[in-house]
C-alpha cells in the first residue's frame, strides 16, 4: 500500500496564478482532511470531507476550495494564490472502523506564492 | 486558534535521556492523540488515549492525561538520536473525527 500520496511535492506560484493539489489514499478511508503548516507551527484544519461526494470547511478555509469526486482522491484548489498562501500542505486521511481513529498523513507539499 | 499548547517549545537532552513534554487544552475532548514529525516530513500517529484513560504505554512512551486539568504529558524513555523530532498533540473533540493541533514541541536528542 503507498498510504497517502500527494501531488506535486514542490511548487512556486506568483500572486493571482490558480493551481490543484491531489491527495490520493488507497486504504478505503472514508474521512479525508486538508492542513496547512505554517513554520514553527502546529497544523491547521483548511477543510475535510466525511465521504465521496461531501465536503465542510475547516479552520481556515478562505480562499480554498475543495472536491471529492471520488472517495481515494481529495483536490485542494487556490483559486488566486496570495503570499499569505504560502506554507506545506498535509493531507490525511482515516477510517470509520472505530470510534477513535488515528489519522495516516502524506509527505507534504512545499508551496511557494511570490 | 490551537486548541493544544505544547510545553516546552523546544527541548535538547543527551542521548538516553528522558524526555517529557506537556499538552494543554481548552475544552472537553473524546481523545487525545500524540504525533511525531521529522524534518521535511508528515506527521506519523504515535500513541492515542481516551478521555476515560489515565495512563497508556507504547514501547519506549508512556502518555498520561488529566481530563480535570485538561493536560497531558509525553515522556519519551532512554531517548536515542533517532526521536529527534517535534512532537504534536492533538485533541479529537467533535464530528468528523477532526483534530486539532498544538504549536509542537522541538526535540533535539544529541548523541
Known amino acids: 500500500n503507498a498510504g497517502v500520496t500527494q501531488t506535486p511535492k514542490f511548487r512556486v506560484l506568483k500572486t493571482g496564478q490558480s493551481m490543484t493539489l491531489l491527495c490520493a489514499q488507497d486504504m478505503n478511508h472514508e474521512y479525508m482532511y486538508w492542513y496547512r503548516q505554517d513554520p514553527g507551527m502546529g497544523l491547521r484544519l483548511i477543510h475535510y470531507s466525511v465521504g465521496e461526494g461531501t465536503t465542510a470547511k475547516g479552520e481556515v478555509p478562505d480562499g480554498y476550495n475543495v472536491s471529492r469526486l471520488k472517495k481515494q482522491n481529495f483536490l485542494l484548489g487556490l483559486e488566486s494564490a496570495a503570499p499569505s498562501q504560502t506554507s506545506v500542505y498535509f493531507c490525511a486521511s482515516t477510517g470509520t472502523s472505530g470510534i477513535y481513529n488515528e489519522q495516516f498523513f502524506g509527505p507534504g507539499t512545499r508551496l511557494t506564492v511570490l | ?111
Open chain 2, 1 to 111: 486558534s490551537q486548541q493544544g499548547e505544547e510545553d516546552p517549545q523546544a527541548l535538547s537532552i543527551q542521548e538516553g535521556e528522558n524526555a517529557t513534554m506537556n499538552c494543554s487544552y481548552k475544552t472537553s475532548i473524546n481523545n487525545l492523540q500524540w504525533y511525531r514529525q521529522n524534518s521535511g516530513r508528515g506527521l506519523v500517529h504515535l500513541i492515542l488515549i481516551r478521555s476515560n484513560e489515565r495512563e497508556k504505554h507504547s514501547g519506549r512512551l508512556r502518555v498520561t492525561l488529566d481530563t480535570s486539568k485538561k493536560s497531558s504529558s509525553l515522556l519519551i524513555t532512554a531517548s536515542r538520536a533517532a526521536d529527534t523530532a517535534s512532537y504534536f498533540c492533538a485533541t479529537d473533540k467533535a464530528a468528523g473525527n477532526k483534530l486539532t493541533f498544538g504549536g509542537g514541541t522541538r526535540v533535539l536528542v544529541k548523541p
